[in-house]
């Protein structure tokens, strides 16, 4: 109990002291006023940061345990005959080991890598291309993250076969309809847990137990899950998953791949080179990224459940907020199967891009950081079925394990005024107003 109230009164000191509204000097960019300009936008001083499912901010604990390894302990992990590389590969190994934990995986069963876009990219195409003599076909969602729906269309040009499976207003697969698919050249099916721009949590026992009826590797990108929710990967029967360090409050450029061992999930590599990490992905471990990722997981593991508990407070509070005080807000994807972090809102008749921009004092987005310089509406929205207008108004809200109640009070407020001060100029909304379908009405074509 005491160490639980002295874990909890740590948190709670690094929320204060890291609070991410908190103005830090950023010389290059500020002007003599004392604000800040970067690429023609002005503002008063440094945005509240609300866009964790884009990148989390190092835990400083993370960093602590990462500058031995740049300053003192520097030695190559692959180098076997001396101290330096002693150590460094000690520490790998011991960082293979929390991530492991983690995820109630074997140590063996990790794979380090530059993060989950390699991790997905080695799975989906390293999978296929080993068995391609017998297997030929794929399983996927329209809503996976991009750099698995490329890898997917990678192997179409390479005469596979893909299926792309649709999902519910919820932002759920059927399950019937994913038995149905699974063909007996089925080589690989890949789903995401936790959705990066809608947040939604996929059955994931469901599916993979699906997977073992049909004999078939389920593979499935955990980079927003991992930390965030519980995973048992023989639970879940998860044969390869994909994970990011930046996710979790870790460095950027690592992430792992858990790759099973029994039965034995056999993948081609992607990379030539001199045979690190059992010959999938050649290169030399970058030490002190890898132990800040184990850090990050062990740290993850700790104070999981009080995380959320927290963070589920921060999300009701911002979304009742809205409501209380916005007609025409709608949560996009499920509200019961959700991540709580995650809250993708669309707000009516306003146009969004001009809501994102007068949003500048709020760093939000509009979905994957990947596709952020689309002006597109997004593919994810989309497959959920919203209309068009209502997916071009989505705004990603992502609250982590550093943010404040100060923080979003300010975004409720921020996010109120733009929105009614883009109504006020909407005639859309000015004829609901007085009662009119807008739906309803004929629009002449010039």
């Known amino acids: 109990m005491a160490s639980k109230l002295l874990a909890t009164r740590a948190t709670k000191t690094l929320i204060r002291r890291f609070s991410l509204a908190a103005a830090a000097p950023l010389d290059p960019y500020e002007d003599s006023s004392g604000g800040i300009s970067m690429k023609g936008v002005k503002i008063s001083g440094r945005p509240l940061y609300l866009d964790i499912q884009a990148t989390s901010p190092v835990d400083p604990r993370v960093l602590d345990s990462m500058l031995p390894f740049y300053l003192s302990r520097y030695g190559n992990p692959h180098s076997r005959t001396h101290l330096y590389g002693w150590e460094s590969d000690s520490a790998v190994e011991h960082a293979r080991n929390q991530v492991a934990t983690l995820i109630s995986a074997s140590p063996k069963e990790i794979i380090f890598t530059s993060g989950a876009t390699e991790s997905n990219n080695i799975s989906v195409k390293g999978v296929m291309n080993f068995y391609g003599d017998k297997k030929h076909h794929v399983i996927t969602t329209q809503t996976e993250h991009k750099c698995v729906l490329d890898s997917c269309r990678y192997l179409q040009q390479e005469g596979f076969d893909v299926t792309y499976l649709p999902v519910g207003p919820d932002g759920i697969i059927d399950l019937d309809r994913l038995r149905s698919e699974i063909r007996p050249d089925t080589g690989l099916v890949s789903v995401m847990a936790v959705n990066n721009e809608i947040g939604v949590i996929q059955p994931m026992e469901e599916i993979g137990q699906i997977c073992k009826e049909k004999n078939v590797p389920f593979h499935t990108d955990a980079a927003q899950a991992l930390g965030k929710i519980p995973i048992d990967v023989d639970k879940m029967n998860i044969s390869l ?94 509200v019961e199967r959700r991540y709580v972090g995650n809250l993708n809102l669309s ?4 146009e969004g891009e001009s809501l994102l921009m007068g949003l500048k004092e709020v760093a939000v987005s509009s979905g994957s950081a990947c596709t952020s310089a689309s002006l597109e509406p997004s593919y994810v929205l989309r497959a959920l079925g919203v209309e068009e207008d209502m997916a071009h108004t989505s705004i990603r809200f992502g609250i982590g394990r550093f943010t404040t109640e100060d923080e979003i009070d300010r975004a409720v407020e921020l996010t109120v005024q733009q929105v009614e001060k883009l109504r006020e100029m909407s005639p859309l909304y000015e004829m609901v107003k007085e009662g009119i379908d807008i739906k309803s009405i004929q629009w002449a074509q010039h």
């Open 347 to 350: 707000f009516a008749y306003v």
């Open 241 to 334: 998953m994909s994970l990011s360090g930046h996710k979790i409050y870790g460095p950027k450029g690592v992430g792992a791949l858990y790759i099973r061992r029994r039965p034995r999930i056999r993948v081609q590599a992607q990379m030539s080179g001199g045979g690190q990490e059992r010959g999938i992905r050649s290169g030399t471990v970058p030490t002190p990224l890898v132990v800040g990722m184990g850090a990050a997981c062990e740290l993850a593991m700790k104070e999981m459940e009080y995380d959320e508990r927290r963070i589920k407070g921060l999300q009701e509070r911002l979304l009742n907020g809205i409501r209380g005080r916005l007609d025409g807000v709608v949560v996009n994807g499920s």
